[in-house]
T-cell receptor, first 116, second 114 residues
Framework: EPEVTQTPSHQVTQMGQEVILRCVPI?????FYWYRQILGQKVEFLVS????????KSEIFDDQFSVERPDGSNFTLKIRSTKLEDSAMYFC??????????????FGPGTRLTVL | GQQLNQSPQSMFIQEGEDVSMNCTSS?????WLWYKQDPGEGPVLLIALYKAGELTSNGRLTAQFGITRKDSFLNISASIPSDVGIYFC??????????????FGKGTKLSVKP
């Protein structure tokens, strides 16, 4: 069964450093998302991406964040200058194009980001 | 912004018991989704609901989309140890220019005693 994959599973970085989190969405999906989950808290929406552009972003997704689909399979989240409060699990999700599959978002296993 | 109130926060039950949890919102949603998350993993989609009043089953799981479109519940019948995890409701709107990102509840942590 197709699934969303993410790399790395765990990233440790120093405050102020740039990180890039990578995702490979399900191959025939057209909508891509990033969410984050601070330890012990709920999942929070960051950004959605469709047709090679951001379609929606939350207030969390400030100028330090950017997303890119550099080729036909990868979808990346870049944090330009990490802060301690960026430490969280970051989940990539994707959904399809037909009405039903558009609503059903499938999540990857996550990247745990630790900022020291 | 929109918020989902999910209850209970946690449940500790005996194997074989039925479980019920729910989500409520002050806003209406067009879609309700229920996910399960195991420790250190991503949320796994269990059930998706699209119409007010809809009742959908997936094995021992049953979920309903409330008539008012502001609530949903999830039932698990005859719980087993592998049901342990955190269950999240998520609502999806599609109004005010929103493309329909998911808004998650805070989760219900389920523990099952063999």
């Amino acid at each position: 069964e197709p699934e969303v994959t993410q790399t790395p599973s765990h990233q440790v970085t120093q405050m102020g450093q740039e990180v890039i989190l990578r995702c490979v969405p399900i191959s025939n999906h057209l909508y891509f998302y990033w969410y984050r989950q601070i330890l012990g808290q709920k999942v929070e929406f960051l950004v959605s991406f469709y047709n090679n552009e951001i379609s929606e972003k939350s207030e969390i997704f400030d100028d330090q964040f950017s997303v890119e689909r550099p080729d036909g399979s990868n979808f990346t989240l870049k944090i330009r200058s990490t802060k301690l409060e960026d430490s969280a699990m970051y989940f990539c999700a994707s959904s399809g194009s037909a009405r039903v599959s558009y609503n059903e978002q499938f999540f990857g296993p996550g990247t745990r980001l630790t900022v020291l | 912004g929109q918020q989902l109130n999910q209850s209970p926060q946690s449940m500790f039950i005996q194997e074989g018991e039925d479980v019920s949890m729910n989500c409520t919102s002050s806003s209406i949603f067009n879609t309700w989704l229920w996910y399960k998350q195991d420790p250190g993993e991503g949320p796994v989609l269990l059930i998706a609901l699209y119409k007010a009043g809809e009742l959908t089953s997936n094995g021992r799981l049953t979920a309903q989309f409330g008539i008012t479109r502001k609530d949903s519940f999830l039932n698990i019948s005859a719980s087993i140890p592998s049901d342990v995890g955190i269950y999240f409701c998520a609502g999806r709107g599609n109004y005010g220019g929103s493309q329909g990102n998911l808004i998650f509840g805070k989760g219900t942590k389920l523990s099952v005693k063999p």
